[in-house]
């Protein structure tokens, strides 16, 4: 009938668009009726993560974007390298800081007693000026004398080992060329035995605390041979 022969053409029709599965190749999977099982559980739906007619990585950014990043980034590497810089000069400062403030303190207390150090060794030059008022000792000499003598010498043994244990010690300059920074001339004299400019003798000596000057030593300082006599014009 025209009605039924118009059914079947319009069944072939769609079939031509379709496709038949015998001339596209299809299997059963291919049914309709039949689902395959797919990573995204749905059917044609593309992976995670893909992105179907674009190549580009979505995690990766596209090279102009990468290329307008590298100004920033080189601003920061920069300030971070300045930060550092400022970091080890402040760094520096403190350690030179702390060294110096360690070393003022351990000046403070070695050279906290200077002022009177300076009066004690005027004691031991008076223990010093005692003995040499006595006489020479001598055979025969009275008794009292010698004890007296001899009762100097044990207090300045004494009282010289109690000053060097506190750091405090005597030098005698005498037969040393004269050094303006621990000695103080006193007198000069012409000497044959002594060259220009060395300590003949030494009135008192030179003391130090700590290795800092207390007081000069107070000397006499040779001038050299005496000049040859002239001999008069005959």
Sequence with gaps: MPHEHHVEGGRYALSKRLGSPTSQGMSHDTDPTHVADSPSGETGASAPGQNPGNDQDPIRPESGQ????????????????????KWLRSEAEMQNLR????????????????????????????LKRALS??????DGEDALITRMREGIESTERSFLGILERNGISATDPAGHPF????????????????????????????????????????????????????????
């Design 66 to 85: 990468t290329e307008a990043t590298h100004p920033r980034i080189q601003e920061l590497e920069a300030a971070l390298e300045e930060m550092r810089e």
């Design 133 to 138: 008022s006595l006489p020479a000792p001598a």
């Design 179 to 234: 050094d303006a920074n621990h000695h103080q001339a006193m007198a000069e004299q012409h000497s044959d035995e002594h060259a220009h400019g060395t300590v003949i003798q030494a009135w008192t000596p030179a003391w130090t605390l700590h290795g800092r000057l207390l007081k000069p030593a107070m000397v006499v300082v040779s001038k050299g041979a005496p000049p040859a006599a002239e001999t008069p014009a005959g």
């Design 99 to 126: 060294t110096r403030t360690k070393r003022e303190v351990d000046d403070a207390r070695q050279y906290a007693t200077q002022k009177f150090a300076r009066d004690v060794v005027e004691a031991a030059e008076n």
